[in-house]
């Protein structure tokens, strides 16, 4: 099947069989391995990536179903010439907020959704919705602190 | 050098980078030209013999490269995954230690054993062909837990182990602790399950492996704590390829936690594939799988019993525990539930007499080896408990009654009646912070507030010991390791002063290509951002005993030290020449070695530039160059300790329970990096609060098919479960480790479980409840609650 998206702002096209998971086609079409597989039950997150700006699981979405839309991965999520780190990276740098790296990219793409749309969180709030993705290192404190951070950086940035 | 990046700086990760943003390199990233993909056909069944196995439609299918069984294996000839560790029996003789092939030849002994491996140009011809295998068992009735699998008249898991008994080990003096229970004036009890964990590392277990043929030579990238000892088990023991023949390369990994140090048949079995059909082979196991060949955790049933004088103060200790091997013995199966639990009885108290036997048996599930803790938890969990139990039975104060029997800070070193010797610790310090620190005192206050919401608080306590820092290996060895557990690191300092360190160490998380980088930095004054920690590649690094048992700094970093010492004890001798002074008269200090008492130096940077050029250099006496390798073998191990305090919150209509605060004070030695330590903290934590209150690895008794094989039937800890956690660090120097340092890795796993399980219990004490086995599950809460409640009722 011939699809066609926009991945990290570069338009991509491909043919695919129908059965093939966007996370597949990430990491073994296009190389993006950033994108991991932690779980073959959508429960662990580390999968994640923005489809059209929302956090969705890709190792559940078939390439197909993505179809004519932006797809952003945690390669895509520094921006400018200089590759400047989106300041949700910088939080969960400063903030010790990963150890292995393996649920890293998913949390950090789940946490730039989430921060959009939650500009002003409050902890309860971030471990909340969190609770799609498992880290098995850090238990989780200062995934939580990163992601407080990440938020306020975020809405200085937005200049709110 | 402005900034400090030495000792005690919390300085940012250097590998940050990589893994924010997405440019982290594991093994199931790797592509090789020409690379086909492999897939295990695994057991359905827990126990059953192989009729037959039938790959004729399968490697007909479109895409098939090959097809193995374990007959193949047979025919090359190749060996058996061998046991690291051999313990005796109490009477002197040898464990049971039965073969284990990489792939079932006739028999298979638990749901996953891996019974044909297959090989495809992509991933799904694999599936497909491996769908397609037909296998005939011959189902033989299974025996899943440790009780039942000693009863008599149970099925046999090996035909010629009658009794499924592995091993009957005993540590300390049975006589002595026999004579006194005989003083006793109060002797609690109690029995307790440690239930089976799976380790569950977000990244499952992968293998790449190329046959060069043109060199005769095997690279295999793998999931691995300890690439070096995969290189000599493999190579040497099972598919005898040189040890110059074989590379290993144990790239980033995505935690590991002990379940990736052990020598797997999915590593043997790609290696000696990708030869077989002259193209790169990977394999990467999906999560369901790992569950079922992932080395598993804990597992132990136990009685045990402490003898107490009217005092309260500690006479006696007797643990009986049958602890589960599985199915096969796992690289390092049988030392888990022995050394490195029996040894750790003694806790941080005084106990004059100890006795513990432990029997290993044998049953159709997967195999139980190190998790993170390994023993040492099981250990400290039993020991808590029953302390809690004594202290409610007697009615001293939880504190108090740990305070009274505590091995005071002026009796280290202090010789065990467990063999080991503590060098170093100060657990009352611990304790007094601990209760400081959680407001032990105000809790009173917090249970009227909880009552007062309709919640029933509890908080719990838990003091504990460990050794870690693996290994003195005359130690070990004289326990039945089966090799030294030593450690090396190079330093090699390169024409413009930039530093590369080579360790046998693996990084997976615990920072140490940031922790390292500060030993360097403190010895050699130079900033971490000009040293760069190189590991996990047998190529580049030269030997290495790898990462576990919270070992790598108290013995890799260790090892860094001296390497480096030899470093500035050459630049001492090149400068003394430039300097035209005396060797003694040379010190090294802030990155420049001076003549003392005067004003004349040489910076680091211009002896290790005589070093390369040969200007000013005494090549009459000294090679050229700068580099240094040590080896280091520890004389003890490492004694870390520590108070940890949790509170809980229990909704008694739905058994729910709230783990609202938690604080750990540990001694862990010097504190090389505080932000990666309490890193580190958290985290342990956070797996021992999951054996606490969400996981579990449930068998079906009857059939032996795992019921909890995926993250949507074992519990894994979630941001929602765990509250924000206050650690405290105090550091008692260990005697024997560079800087003092202790290790940090497994305190958190440690110490959790008793902590919050004994919470649980105080705020159902009213109930009459003196224990609960893990998990805490709000179903198994609330039947206590109600089962409570109906007996009242009746009582009533």
Same mark, same amino acid.
């Given at each position: 099947?011939?699809?066609?998206?926009?991945?990290?702002?570069?338009?991509?096209?491909?043919?695919?069989?129908?059965?093939?998971?966007?996370?597949?086609?990430?990491?073994?079409?296009?190389?993006?391995?950033?994108?991991?597989?932690?779980?073959?039950?959508?429960?662990?997150?580390?999968?994640?990536?923005?489809?059209?700006?929302?956090?969705?699981?890709?190792?559940?979405?078939?390439?197909?179903?993505?179809?004519?839309?932006?797809?952003?991965?945690?390669?895509?999520?520094?921006?400018?010439?200089?590759?400047?780190?989106?300041?949700?990276?910088?939080?969960?740098?400063?903030?010790?907020?990963?150890?292995?790296?393996?649920?890293?990219?998913?949390?950090?793409?789940?946490?730039?959704?989430?921060?959009?749309?939650?500009?002003?969180?409050?902890?309860?709030?971030?471990?909340?919705?969190?609770?799609?993705?498992?880290?098995?290192?850090?238990?989780?404190?200062?995934?939580?602190?990163?992601?407080?951070?990440?938020?306020?950086?975020?809405?200085?940035?937005?200049?709110? | 050098?402005?900034?400090?990046?030495?000792?005690?700086?919390?300085?940012? +990760? $250097?590998? !940050?980078?990589?893994?924010? *943003?997405?440019?982290?390199?594991? #093994? &199931?990233?790797?592509?090789?030209? %020409?690379? =086909?993909?492999?897939?295990?056909?695994?057991?359905?069944?827990?126990?059953?013999?192989? +009729? $037959?196995? !039938?790959?004729?439609?399968? *490697?007909?299918?479109?895409?098939? #490269? &090959?097809?193995?069984?374990?007959? %193949?294996? =047979?025919?090359?000839?190749?060996?058996?995954?061998?046991?690291?560790?051999?313990?005796?029996?109490?009477?002197?003789?040898?464990?049971?230690?039965?073969?284990?092939?990489?792939? &079932?030849?006739?028999?298979?002994?638990?749901?996953?054993?891996?019974?044909?491996?297959?090989?495809?140009?992509?991933?799904?011809?694999?599936?497909?062909?491996?769908?397609?295998?037909?296998?005939?068992?011959?189902?033989?009735? &299974?025996?899943?837990?440790?009780?039942?699998?000693?009863?008599?008249?149970?099925?046999?898991?090996?035909?010629?182990?009658?009794?499924?008994?592995?091993?009957?080990?005993?540590?300390?003096?049975?006589?002595?602790?026999?004579?006194?229970?005989?003083?006793?004036?109060?002797?609690?009890?109690?029995?307790?399950?440690?239930?089976?964990?799976?380790?569950?590392?977000?990244?499952?277990?992968?293998?790449?492996?190329?046959?060069?043929?043109?060199?005769?030579?095997?690279?295999?990238?793998?999931?691995?704590?300890?690439?070096?000892?995969?290189?000599?088990?493999?190579?040497?023991?099972?598919?005898?390829?040189?040890?110059?023949?074989?590379?290993?390369?144990?790239?980033?990994?995505?935690?590991?936690?002990?379940?990736?140090?052990?020598?797997?048949?999915?590593?043997?079995?790609?290696?000696?594939?990708?030869?077989?059909?002259?193209?790169?082979?990977?394999?990467?196991?999906?999560?369901?799988?790992?569950?079922?060949?992932?080395?598993?955790?804990?597992?132990?049933?136990?009685?045990?019993?402490?003898?107490?004088?009217?005092?309260?103060?500690?006479?006696?200790?007797?643990?009986?525990?049958?602890?589960?091997?599985?199915?096969?013995?796992?690289?390092?199966?049988?030392?888990?539930?022995?050394?490195?639990?029996?040894?750790?009885?003694?806790?941080?108290?005084?106990?004059?007499?100890?006795?513990?036997?432990?029997?290993?048996?044998?049953?159709?599930?997967?195999?139980?080896?190190?998790?993170?803790?390994?023993?040492?938890?099981?250990?400290?969990?039993?020991?808590?408990?029953?302390?809690?139990?004594?202290?409610?039975?007697?009615?001293?104060?939880?504190?108090?009654?740990?305070?009274?029997?505590?091995?005071?800070?002026?009796?280290?070193?202090?010789?065990?009646?467990?063999?080991?010797?503590?060098?170093?610790?100060?657990?009352?310090?611990?304790?007094?912070?601990?209760?400081?620190?959680?407001?032990?005192?105000?809790?009173?206050?917090?249970?009227?507030?909880?009552?007062?919401?309709?919640?029933?608080?509890?908080?719990?306590?838990?003091?504990?010991?460990?050794?870690?820092?693996?290994?003195?290996?005359?130690?070990?060895?004289?326990?039945?390791?089966?090799?030294?557990?030593?450690?090396?690191?190079?330093?090699?300092?390169?024409?413009?002063?930039?530093?590369?360190?080579?360790?046998?160490?693996?990084?997976?998380?615990?920072?140490?290509?940031?922790?390292?980088?500060?030993?360097?930095?403190?010895?050699?004054?130079?900033?971490?951002?000009?040293?760069?920690?190189?590991?996990?590649?047998?190529?580049?690094?030269?030997?290495?005993?790898?990462?576990?048992?919270?070992?790598?700094?108290?013995?890799?970093?260790?090892?860094?030290?001296?390497?480096?010492?030899?470093?500035?004890?050459?630049?001492?001798?090149?400068?003394?020449?430039?300097?035209?002074?005396?060797?003694?008269?040379?010190?090294?200090?802030?990155?420049?070695?001076?003549?003392?008492?005067?004003?004349?130096?040489?910076?680091?940077?211009?002896?290790?530039?005589?070093?390369?050029?040969?200007?000013?250099?005494?090549?009459?006496?000294?090679?050229?160059?700068?580099?240094?390798?040590?080896?280091?073998?520890?004389?003890?191990?490492?004694?870390?300790?520590?108070?940890?305090?949790?509170?809980?919150?229990?909704?008694?209509?739905?058994?729910?329970?709230?783990?609202?605060?938690?604080?750990?004070?540990?001694?862990?030695?010097?504190?090389?990096?505080?932000?990666?330590?309490?890193?580190?903290?958290?985290?342990?934590?956070?797996?021992?609060?999951?054996?606490?209150?969400?996981?579990?690895?449930?068998?079906?008794?009857?059939?032996?098919?795992?019921?909890?094989?995926?993250?949507?039937?074992?519990?894994?800890?979630?941001?929602?479960?765990?509250?924000?956690?206050?650690?405290?660090?105090?550091?008692?120097?260990?005697?024997?480790?560079?800087?003092?340092?202790?290790?940090?890795?497994?305190?958190?796993?440690?110490?959790?479980?008793?902590?919050?399980?004994?919470?649980?219990?105080?705020?159902?004490?009213?109930?009459?409840?003196?224990?609960?086995?893990?998990?805490?599950?709000?179903?198994?809460?609330?039947?206590?609650?109600?089962?409570?409640?109906?007996?009242?009722?009746?009582?009533?």
């Amino acid at each position: 099947m011939n699809i066609e998206m926009t991945v990290n702002g570069k338009k991509v096209k491909a043919d695919t069989s129908p059965a093939l998971l966007l996370s597949d086609f990430l990491r073994e079409n296009l190389n993006l391995t950033g994108t991991h597989v932690g779980c073959d039950t959508s429960q662990c997150g580390a999968c994640v990536v923005h489809i059209d700006g929302l956090s969705m699981k890709s190792c559940t979405l078939l390439a197909l179903s993505v179809d004519g839309k932006s797809v952003t991965t945690i390669e895509g999520l520094a921006k400018g010439a200089n590759a400047d780190l989106h300041p949700m990276q910088l939080a969960f740098h400063h903030n010790h907020g990963l150890q292995c790296g393996f649920c890293t990219p998913g949390m950090i793409m789940s946490a730039v959704d989430f921060a959009k749309q939650t500009p002003n969180p409050t902890e309860s709030d971030v471990r909340h919705w969190l609770e799609g993705n498992i880290c098995r290192c850090t238990g989780y404190q200062n995934i939580v602190a990163s992601v407080l951070a990440g938020a306020a950086a975020m809405r200085t940035q937005a200049g709110g | 050098m402005n900034v400090h990046t030495g000792i005690g700086a919390s300085i940012l +990760r $250097k590998e !940050d980078r990589r893994f924010i *943003t997405g440019k982290g390199n594991y #093994v &199931a990233d790797i592509k090789r030209p %020409d690379m =086909a993909m492999a897939v295990f056909l695994r057991s359905p069944h827990a126990h059953a013999v192989i +009729r $037959k196995i !039938d790959i004729k439609a399968a *490697t007909a299918l479109p895409g098939v #490269v &090959a097809i193995y069984t374990g007959a %193949d294996l =047979a025919a090359d000839k190749i060996g058996g995954l061998p046991c690291a560790w051999g313990v005796s029996n109490a009477d002197g003789t040898p464990m049971k230690e039965p073969p284990r092939s990489a792939m &079932a030849v006739d028999k298979v002994r638990c749901v996953g054993d891996a019974v044909a491996f297959v090989i495809a140009d992509t991933l799904e011809q694999a599936r497909e062909a491996a769908d397609a295998i037909e296998v005939e068992y011959g189902v033989l009735p &299974a025996v899943v837990g440790v009780l039942d699998a000693i009863r008599p008249g149970a099925a046999a898991v090996f035909d010629d182990i009658l009794d499924n008994t592995c091993f009957d080990w005993e540590c300390g003096d049975a006589k002595a602790t026999a004579a006194a229970f005989k003083n006793a004036a109060h002797v609690a009890k109690i029995s307790l399950v440690n239930n089976r964990l799976v380790g569950n590392p977000m990244e499952p277990r992968a293998a790449v492996a190329e046959y060069d043929a043109g060199r005769d030579h095997y690279t295999m990238w793998t999931t691995s704590q300890f690439p070096h000892v995969v290189k000599v088990l493999m190579g040497n023991f099972v598919l005898n390829i040189p040890q110059h023949k074989l590379r290993i390369v144990a790239p980033d990994v995505g935690g590991g936690f002990g379940v990736k140090q052990f020598l797997y048949a999915e590593e043997i079995i790609t290696t000696w594939a990708s030869r077989k059909v002259g193209r790169p082979v990977k394999w990467v196991n999906e999560r369901s799988e790992g569950f079922l060949s992932d080395a598993h955790g804990r597992d132990h049933v136990s009685e045990a019993e402490l003898a107490l004088d009217e005092t309260g103060k500690f006479l006696g200790l007797k643990v009986r525990t049958v602890a589960n091997m599985g199915g096969y013995l796992s690289t390092f199966g049988p030392n888990i539930p022995t050394n490195l639990y029996g040894l750790l009885l003694a806790g941080v108290y005084t106990t004059p007499a100890i006795h513990c036997e432990v029997k290993g048996v044998f049953t159709n599930t997967v195999p139980v080896d190190a998790y993170r803790g390994a023993g040492r938890p099981e250990a400290t969990f039993l020991l808590e408990r029953l302390v809690d139990v004594a202290a409610s039975e007697m009615k001293i104060d939880k504190a108090e009654i740990r305070r009274m029997n505590m091995i005071d800070a002026s009796q280290y070193p202090y010789q065990t009646p467990v063999i080991v010797k503590y060098d170093s610790g100060d657990p009352k310090a611990c304790l007094e912070k601990a209760l400081e620190v959680s407001d032990w005192n105000g809790f009173a206050g917090r249970k009227a507030d909880s009552k007062s919401r309709g919640k029933l608080r509890g908080i719990g306590l838990c003091t504990y010991v460990e050794a870690c820092g693996l290994a003195p290996s005359r130690i070990v060895q004289s326990l039945g390791a089966r090799a030294g557990i030593f450690e090396s690191a190079t330093v090699r300092v390169h024409v413009t002063g930039d530093v590369t360190v080579l360790i046998g160490t693996h990084n997976h998380g615990q920072g140490h290509e940031t922790t390292f980088a500060q030993i360097v930095s403190e010895k050699l004054s130079i900033p971490t951002d000009k040293i760069e920690i190189v590991f996990g590649d047998t190529d580049r690094v030269q030997f290495g005993l790898g990462t576990y048992g919270s070992r790598s700094l108290a013995v890799g970093g260790t090892a860094l030290a001296k390497a480096t010492d030899k470093i500035i004890a050459k630049g001492t001798k090149i400068a003394a020449h430039m300097l035209e002074a005396g060797e003694g008269d040379i010190v090294f200090e802030n990155g420049s070695f001076a003549v003392q008492g005067t004003d004349r130096s040489k910076s680091f940077g211009e002896v290790v530039g005589a070093a390369y050029g040969l200007v000013n250099f005494p090549i009459d006496v000294l090679e050229p160059g700068m580099e240094a390798q040590a080896f280091y073998d520890p004389v003890n191990f490492t004694y870390p300790g520590g108070a940890h305090i949790a509170e809980v919150e229990i909704d008694p209509d739905c058994g729910s329970v709230d783990l609202v605060s938690y604080v750990a004070v540990d001694d862990i030695g010097t504190v090389i990096n505080p932000m990666i330590v309490a890193g580190q903290l958290h985290g342990g934590i956070a797996q021992g609060v999951g054996q606490a209150l969400f996981e579990n690895c449930v068998y079906d008794e009857t059939s032996g098919q795992m019921l909890s094989a995926s993250f949507m039937d074992y519990c894994m800890p979630r941001a929602d479960n765990m509250p924000n956690m206050e650690i405290v660090t105090l550091s008692t120097l260990c005697t024997h480790t560079s800087f003092g340092v202790k290790g940090c890795g497994e305190v958190g796993t440690i110490g959790s479980p008793a902590t919050v399980i004994n919470a649980v219990v105080d705020a159902l004490s009213h109930l009459g409840v003196s224990h609960v086995d893990m998990p805490a599950t709000p179903s198994r809460i609330w039947r206590i609650i109600h089962n409570s409640a109906n007996q009242l009722r009746a009582a009533e």
